[in-house]
């Protein structure tokens, strides 16, 4: 028994917020049986991933050692908690499990990748539990800005895990179960070796406050206004779409809600039973019938995302509808950081048309899903672990959580991406650090973020593109001379005369300086031709292109 | 005299933070003699205009009305309002008129490229005026978050016009003049026909609070500190510098500025007499001799920008100088909006390091430069002017401060870039819209926004690159099959087969099928080989490069 580990390892999620995906095994070095919780993504952005589709977990050492997976347990159904489910299901071939909301998305996310459905599987809430290998684990009922999240009660033969999953400490969410503190300490009583803990919001000083909380002032907000209104959240928080529809209402008006993952999450909670009174809703068609001050929308696209309903609408028209002067704007979100542009862009559209812009600046019409700082101070008290794992955080978050939890009297260990901690001793022990990374979604194929394919098109975009071609006849001889094409680049610089024309004649000049033996070799010659390109553009536009070169050989 | 127009045109800044220009006129219409106030740059990013290495404004309107233009002011030295008149200057050709500390950098940012030095005069402070055809225009001292800030009395035939530049009522602003009620109330007496005025902070509700405020709280926090103490805040922010210097000396420890925008402030400060008892300074080479708990860096790149001393700090390593566990680094700034990634980036290197990060979240250690709502409103109070103008602000920005100037019974204008906007009667009144966008200094030269050279290098940052070129022989028949090269996309797709032997083998079938007359066509060769390619790796990738087709033709 002494022998045996009780591993926990990060593959995402442990140093970035998103892509969530961590590991749990039980049993003697290198053959411990594991599960996986969660399989998220990342967003990718055009600084640092331009092109690219979703970012997904790099799961390879994990695939390595899918004989030795039991299952997949899915807390919650944020994509950055199942969004990967879909695309990594095969690699993994694991039986998967999620209560019934999640399921129901999570479903879809396999069909949506020719996975079979059937390998999702349905649980119930927690005290009923999964038998996973060594492990027995549990869904463990919490709050978060979702339906049915949940923490995991993970049991194995080296004590108790508390996986938090995602979460918040309130005790009226509108939809789903209130933080049930009776519960929670319930599932502390016999003892927690470790609390493996939601790190988000470390940083924020205040109490979290409730969903509840915000209810009273959209309502007065909504009863205040005069034309149309529009409001966007996270599509996934049916408790604020909610509270946004009875706000709506109660203010006299007919509901419609727009885009596509807005009618999805809604048809989710429905078909599992999480919503129970929402609002009667009326179609996109009949909304355009109605008077606009008897119209509220609720739209997608809170983040400014491009094809979403609220950028289209600031674009001019979202099916049929348009925005106009006197109609107002709810921003029942935050922004996300990195995604500032894009929602000033859209603030400023609307601002255009004479709609009224109400953002979330003072915290009256939005709260946050996760716990602050006196919340996981009370989630530490509450469990009473052993040791405290942070996660679900960028390096700084996981930081200040040990420390949070070494005031507390708590051992703490920082475990990034990669960091294979024993738990089963009485502190927590760095055993191992096995390779992690990420992958690309790039159109239909995966690609490897250190490949080079993305840091290619970064330098096209930040340097442009010159390709140089050259034909050489049978003899060895240039056939004509170098032919120049740019893409992205100025097309005169500081002689004035057109660019190409210029790297063409120093191409030229070059190719007929070349000796022989420059002209038989294709990577001198190749590398030459690029030197002498980058410098020619550089006097001339003040700045070294990529370039390409493409040598034709007549034989 | 009724005849003549009082003309106010906005070629930059208004319907953006950034980039200020502001043209003014007054004489018949068409032949007003003109002055220019400002003109500033905005900073590119990776989303929209990538490999730019500035955004200018596009005075063509102005250049083409040179002979009319009687002079430039230059109310501060940041940069979106100085920053291109060393760029834009040969084309204007008009004397320039700053105070000394402006005038001072702006010296430098002539020589730089090669203007001449002497076309900037120092300017003294209001009630001396200069005279500027039928314009007589002085600089009005005014507190904001660089030394010598001024507003602008221009003073015409048709009325006073008080143009605020960036602002704020600071009475204790540590560097430099403090907010002069009296002086502005003698200015405002003989009646002021517009006020234009600053809109950054219209949608902070609080009043703004002065430099002098967060002295206490960065000196009580510089005296807590055991490791080695790091600040970073805006070079120009000269009262800052001191502040924290001073906070650094009263802890005991030798103070150290790296980074040379922060040399260069301080050096303009000095040599302009504007900074009188600033802390003895160390050099980095001495620096390295002090032991850590001793010394204090402030530094240039609050905003994470690559090359800055704190990116370098967070990278390794500047000037010899390394950080390590027990130092601190302090944010005295705020993050603008769209660099929020760029500053992540560096507080996680920070805490990998064990280096303790301290940010402004709290409002402790930063206040704004720019007047808040109720300064606004105070603003208005003060100068009791005919009209506002609201300017330096987004769409939604001016709007609201349109709006609040109408709450205090005054006539608004929302005029944006481009508007001709006539002040001469008792309202303001739109007259005419001229063309008005950007430049972009790329390398060494300037490209127009809509020129699609930046369209394009987004378009390979997103898509990816095929080059496909095809070798035609003297009969018109292809010689050998296309070949292809890729830049920035998968190397294999659905069949598991390289890429690029897919694309060449689909587009040596369509060649082999191809008619002679589609052989002899060029721009019909180049549009099928490009429609076939697209399709082709749709189809094994899932995804659309952009294509360019170099055809060579032997003769």
Known sequence: MSSKRLIYLPLGGAGEIGMNAYVYGYGAPGKERLILVDIGVTFPDM???????????????????????????????????????????????????????????????????????????????????????????????????????????????????????????????????????????????????????????????????????????????????????????????????????????RAGRSICLLGRAMRKMIEAAVATGVLGDFPKVVSAEDALDIPREQLMLIVTGSQGERRAASAQLANGKYRGITMKEGDSFLFSSKTIPGNERGVIRIMNQFSEMGVDVIDD??????????????????????????????????????????KLAESNKLAGVLAVNGTMVDLAGNAPRVVDHVETGRRYLDGSVQIGALDGIVRDRIRMALNGQLIVTLIIDEEGAPLGEPWCELRGLAETGRSNAPLVDVLEEDLSQFINRAGAKTLRDDDKLEQELKRVARQSAMNEIGKKPEVVVVISRLM
Not at 361 to 375: I, M, Q
Not at 376 to 395: N, S, T
């Open 47 to 249: 600084d640092g991933t331009p092109g690219v589709d979703l970012i997904l977990p790099d799961i390879a050492w994990l695939k390595a050692r899918r004989n030795q997976l039991e299952a997949i347990f899915i807390t919650h159904a944020h994509e950055d908690h199942i969004g990967a489910l879909g695309h990594l299901w095969e690699e993994l071939g694991a039986p998967v499990y999620a209560r019934a909301f999640t399921a129901h998305l999570g479903r879809q996310k396999l069909a949506d990748q020719g996975a079979p459905e059937k390998a999702l599987h349905t649980a119930s809430a927690w005290p009923e539990t999964v038998e996973a290998g060594p492990f027995s684990v549990g869904f463990l009922p919490i709050s978060h800005s979702i339906p049915e999240s949940s923490a995991l009660v993970i049991d194995s033969p080296a004590g108790r895990i508390v996986h938090t999953g995602d979460f918040k400490l309130d005790e009226t969410p509108i939809v789903g179960e209130a933080f049930d503190r009776k519960l929670w300490e319930d599932v502390a009583r016999p003892g927690v070796k470790a609390l493996v803990c939601d790190s988000t919001n470390v940083f924020s000083p205040a109490p979290g406050r409730s969903e509840a909380s915000i209810g009273a002032e959209i309502e007065s907000l909504i009863a205040q206004q005069t034309g149309m209104v529009v409001a966007t959240t996270f599509a996934s928080n049916v408790a604020r779409l909610k509270t946004l529809a009875q706000a709506g209402e």
């Open 361 to 402: 600046n003072d915290g009256l019409y939005h709260v946050s899903g996760h716990a602050n700082r006196p919340d996981l101070d009370a989630m530490h008290a509450l469990v009473k672990p052993q040791m405290v794992v942070p996660m679900h955080g960028e390096h700084r978050h996981l930081r200040a959580h040990v």
